[in-house]
T-cell receptor
Framework: KAGVTQTPRYLIKTRGQQVTLSCSPI?????VSWYQQTPGQGLQFLFE???????NKGNFPGRFSGRQFSNSRSEMNVSTLELGDSALYLC?????????????FGQGTRLTVV | LAKTTQPISMDSYEGQEVNITCSHN???????ITWYQQFPSQGPRFIIQ???TKVTNEVASLFIPADRKSSTLSLPRVSLSDTAVYYC???????????FGGGTRVLVKP
C-alpha cells in the first residue's frame, strides 16, 4: 500500500510569509502527527490530529497550526515565518489505540526561510 | 514521559554486530520501548518495539532486563547501509505522539 505522502518536498519562503504543508496518511490511518526536525533541537512533536480534531499539542507558538479533513489528510500552516522555522517537517500516520502500533513517517518537507 | 539516555555516536565495521544501549530509569508500568532508524533527509522508520525480555524480528533484536531500566538494540552483521541515526523511545505503545531524544549516530565502515 502507498506510504505517507508529503507535499511539497522542498520549499523556500521569505520571512513574514506564511506556508501550508500537506500530508496524506496511509489509507485507513486516522491519526496524523507532525514533527519539526532541526540540527539544534532535533525531532520535536508539533501536534496530532485524529478524526479532524487536534488531540495532542507540543510546545510550539500559535503561529503553528494544523487541521485534518474528513479523509484524514492533514495540513499544517506556519504564519509569519521566522528564520528559525527553517527545518524538515515530518508527518506520521498511525493506528492509535491498538497495541504495539508504529508510526509511519513521510519523507518530509524541507522548508527554508530566507 | 521517561527520559532516555543513549550514546551520541558509535562506529562499527561491516559484518560486525552493533549493540546500542539506552537507559530509561523512570520507565512507567504502561511504557513500551521502541526504536526507530533515520537516514539523512528521510523520516524515521520503525525498527522494533518491546515491553520486557527479548524481542526479535528480521531486522534487529531488543533485549530488556527484568527491571526495564535499560534496553539494548542489537543489529546483527551490519552493512554500510545501516549507517543512520537510531532513536530509543519510551512511552505508551501508540505511535501518535512520539518523544525523540538525541539518538545514536551509527557509522558503519568498510
Amino acid at each position: 500500500k502507498a506510504g505517507v505522502t508529503q507535499t511539497p518536498r522542498y520549499l523556500i519562503k521569505t520571512r513574514g510569509q506564511q506556508v501550508t504543508l500537506s500530508c496524506s496518511p496511509i489509507s485507513g490511518h486516522r491519526s496524523v502527527s507532525w514533527y519539526q526536525q532541526t540540527p539544534g533541537q532535533g525531532l520535536q512533536f508539533l501536534f496530532e490530529y485524529f478524526s479532524e480534531t487536534q488531540r495532542n499539542k507540543g510546545n510550539f507558538p500559535g503561529r503553528f497550526s494544523g487541521r485534518q479533513f474528513s479523509n484524514s489528510r492533514s495540513e499544517m500552516n506556519v504564519s509569519t515565518l521566522e528564520l528559525g522555522d527553517s527545518a524538515l517537517y515530518l508527518c506520521a500516520s498511525s493506528h492509535p489505540g491498538q497495541p504495539n502500533t508504529e508510526a509511519f513517517f513521510g519523507q518530509g518537507t524541507r522548508l527554508t526561510v530566507v | 514521559l521517561a527520559k532516555t539516555t543513549q550514546p551520541i555516536s558509535m562506529d562499527s565495521y561491516e559484518g560486525q554486530e552493533v549493540n546500542i544501549t539506552c537507559s530509561h530509569n523512570n520507565i512507567a508500568t504502561n511504557d513500551y520501548i521502541t526504536w526507530y532508524q533515520q537516514f539523512p533527509s528521510q523520516g524515521p522508520r520503525f525498527i522494533i518495539q518491546g515491553y520486557k525480555t527479548k524481542v526479535t524480528n528480521e531486522v534487529a533484536s531488543l533485549f530488556i532486563p527484568a527491571d526495564r531500566k535499560s534496553s539494548t538494540l542489537s543489529l546483527p552483521r551490519v552493512s554500510l547501509s545501516d549507517t543512520a541515526v537510531y532513536y530509543c523511545l519510551v512511552g505508551e505503545a501508540a505511535g501518535n505522539k512520539l518523544t525523540f531524544g538525541g539518538g545514536t549516530r551509527v557509522l558503519v565502515k568498510p
